[in-house]
């Protein structure tokens, strides 16, 4: 139970505690035997309303408990991601016919779709691109800087991301450039639905002009509200 409960039930018990005592001496004066008759009756509608009222803010405490939604674990307890994916694989495309396979939705996990108009394309089960892969590097949908990187000694979990992310540092960038793309080299991103997430690149392949073609993650996305 929440002090906010506890604290209601107090008043309810100690409010019914006060009522009781009243009636008793009202009761105890002479000439009110009509109502010493009524006492029993009178003493448990107190009790009764009491009772009533400490359930009703145990009930509401326990319907605010229930609000949907993902609250912030405790202090110390890390926050679990709701995505975990390995060996998710980019590829470079300049067809209809392939314009799933080098775009990905961190909220979903899957191929999502970039900024135009009506969508064409293969059916997917993603949303709005949180990474496009092209022959200079990859880039989110809507062009926004939501991509920093993070050195290799650093923790990269929920915390560094988000706080990474949240400060909106210079080095905050729209795109990463093929040069700069890494077996191993990590970067948070910030969701267009302002979810956090992690991503680590397993391995990357360029053409004979050393333009990216295709690009192997591993990502973590967890929720922030």
């Given at each position: 139970m929440s002090f906010a409960s506890a604290f209601g039930l107090t008043v309810l018990v100690v409010a019914a505690a006060l009522l009781l005592s009243i009636i008793a001496g009202w009761i105890s004066k002479p000439g009110w035997l009509p109502t010493r008759a009524l006492a029993p009756i009178i003493v448990g509608l107190v009790l009764v309303s009491a009772l009533f009222g400490a359930l009703q803010i145990i009930k509401q405490q326990s319907s605010a408990d229930k609000v949907p939604g993902h609250p912030s674990p405790p202090e110390g307890v890390a926050r679990e991601p709701f995505i975990d994916k390995k060996g998710y694989v980019l590829r470079r495309s300049s067809s209809i016919?392939?314009?799933?396979?080098?775009?990905?939705?961190?909220?979903?996990?899957?191929?999502?779709?970039?900024?135009?108009?009506?969508?064409?394309?293969?059916?997917?089960?993603?949303?709005?691109?949180?990474l496009i892969l092209d022959q200079e590097g990859i880039h989110p949908a809507d062009d926004r800087p939501r991509f920093i990187e993070i050195g290799h000694d650093s923790p990269g979990g929920y915390a560094e991301c988000r706080s990474a992310l949240a400060a909106k540092p210079s080095?905050?960038?729209?795109?990463?450039?093929?040069?700069?793309?890494?077996?191993?080299?990590?970067?948070?991103?910030?969701?267009?639905?302002?979810?956090?997430?992690?991503?680590?690149?397993?391995?990357?392949?360029?053409?004979?002009?050393?333009?990216?073609?295709?690009?192997?993650i591993d990502f973590f996305v967890w929720r922030d509200n």
């Open positions: 016919a392939t314009n799933d396979q080098d775009k990905v939705d961190l909220d979903t996990g899957c191929p999502g779709w970039g900024g135009m108009h009506p969508h064409l394309g293969p059916s997917r089960c993603g949303e709005t691109a949180d080095r905050s960038v729209s795109q990463l450039e093929a040069t700069t793309l890494r077996s191993g080299e990590r970067f948070c991103v910030q969701t267009d639905l302002d979810h956090t997430a992690l991503v680590t690149v397993d391995d990357v392949s360029t053409d004979a002009f050393h333009q990216l073609e295709q690009l192997t």
